[in-house]
């Protein structure tokens, strides 16, 4: 019969793990201490709701005190029919790819000229200034620059161009102008973001890359844009969560005297109309349930396409 120390039994009464200290032990309770409250609080204010938002889904209801009825996937087959919410989903994904080029592009572009100034820093912080403002008040400044009488019109009028003056809010237009809504709204955050991540590249590999003989965009080709990835696959996955979700800029835009028109709703619109929002309101909470969960479906697969697609090795700087 062989006899196994104390100190050593990992099956001792009141012992711990074979190999973890006293010490380690100790920590490893005291971080389950200080985590546990906030895990519980994630749980039920956050995955408790979301989970209850995915039951709703399949229920035809209006809300608190009326009778639930299950109904399956009836709500989501009412969405894949809806013609008004094809355009609403097209609409997004169309703000995600279109407004998403152009942001990345212009950040880039501004990014690369503003790291050669020497007022950079005041530059910047007045391209940031609309992303500070709230998204609803610069949606109803930008209604009231492109409204009939507005400075838009106003100002071709005045040097010789009114026959390019338009009723910029109709219908047709709306989109468009929505699209240069967001890419001049969220521009500031994102060339912020480029600025840093060019900046904290070494002056040196530029000034190798000059005596090679590089140009601009050979430079941004082999240099910046390979050193400063990391930060834009971060960038581009926050851009796709935030394109889908946009709503305080379109809702301010076309204004909440009446239902938007079809041509302008995002996915988050055609939601708030779907159960709150509707003149008069709707109260499908169901429906609205299902196009959360499509909502958040879409942002989770774009969002593991993304960090897959652009996966890259790290790079020393």
Not at 18 to 31: K, N
Not at 224 to 240: F, G, I, R
Not at 281 to 291: E, W
């Amino acid at each position: 019969m062989s006899f196994i120390p104390a100190s050593v039994d990992p099956f001792r009464r009141g012992g711990t793990p074979t190999g973890v200290s006293p010490a380690e032990h100790g920590r490893q309770r005291m971080f389950w201490l200080f985590v546990l409250p906030a895990l519980l609080f994630y749980v039920v204010f956050f995955v408790a709701p979301a989970l209850y938002g995915v039951w709703v889904s399949f229920l035809q209801w209006r809300g608190t005190g009326d009778p639930q009825r299950f109904v399956g996937f009836a709500n989501y087959k009412r969405l894949w029919n809806d013609e008004v919410y094809r355009l609403a989903f097209r609409n997004s994904i169309e703000i995600l790819f279109v407004c998403g080029i152009a942001v990345f592009v212009l950040s880039f572009l501004v990014a690369s000229v503003l790291r050669e100034l020497k007022a950079k820093r005041a530059l910047q912080a007045i391209l940031f200034f609309p992303y500070m403002v709230s998204p609803i008040a610069v949606g109803i400044a930008l209604s009231l620059l492109m409204s009939p009488d507005g400075i838009v019109n106003a100002s071709l009028r005045f040097i010789g161009l009114g026959s390019l003056a338009k009723l910029w809010l109709t219908p047709d237009l709306i989109f468009s102008v929505i699209l240069v809504g967001l890419v001049w709204v969220s521009s500031g955050f994102y060339i912020t973001l480029m600025m840093a991540a060019i900046g904290r590249i070494p002056p040196y590999y530029y000034e190798q890359s000059a005596l090679d003989g590089a140009g601009r965009f050979r430079t941004f080709w082999n240099v910046t844009l390979p050193l400063a990835w990391d930060v834009v696959s971060v960038a581009v996955v926050l851009w796709a969560i935030s394109a889908i979700k946009v709503f305080e800029f379109v809702y301010g835009l076309v204004g909440t005297g009446a239902n938007p028109a079809p041509q302008s709703r995002t996915l988050a619109i055609a939601q708030f109309l779907a159960t709150t929002g509707g003149k008069p309101p709707q109260y499908q909470m169901g429906v609205g349930s299902a196009m959360a969960v499509v909502m958040v479906l879409l942002i989770l697969v774009l969002v593991v396409l993304l960090r897959r697609v652009m996966r890259r090795e790290s790079m020393d700087l």
